[in-house]
């Protein structure tokens, strides 16, 4: 069994930042790529961003571009997200994925962290 943790979240003032981590733990796995999505409040679950580990490849919706990194380490399943210049809109439950079958699917999700970010 995989399981994902998701840690970092908080509460954090408009314009600041915060880090994002999600550590695997359970059987060992090898992943195509690991990602970050995040569901608001009345809203659908919507991709932030993914890190493909062959060639360490990222990948952002244009709603984070510029502002929010992901990296990690395919060695230990580990992803992160560093999300600076946050604003009230980026407020959401933010959760870890991992693609493991097929890099067209994601097969395993944490639970989620709430970040809310005050104006």
């Known amino acids: 069994q995989v399981q994902l943790v998701e840690s970092g979240g908080g509460l954090v003032q408009a314009g600041g930042s915060l880090r994002l981590s999600c550590a695997a733990s359970g059987r060992s796995f090898t992943s195509y790529l690991m990602g970050w999505f995040r569901q608001a409040p009345g809203k659908e679950r919507e991709f932030v961003a993914s890190?493909?580990?062959?060639?360490?490849?990222?990948y952002y919706a244009d709603s984070v571009k510029g502002r929010f990194t992901i990296s990690g380490d395919n060695a230990k399943n580990t992803v992160y997200l560093q999300m600076n210049s946050l604003q009230p809109k980026d407020a959401a439950v933010y959760y870890c994925?991992?693609?493991?079958?097929?890099?067209?699917?994601?097969?395993?999700w944490g639970q989620g962290t709430q970040v809310t970010v005050s104006s």
């Open positions: 994925a991992a693609s493991v079958k097929s890099p067209k699917a994601y097969d395993y």
């Open positions: 890190i493909r580990w062959s060639g360490k490849t990222t």
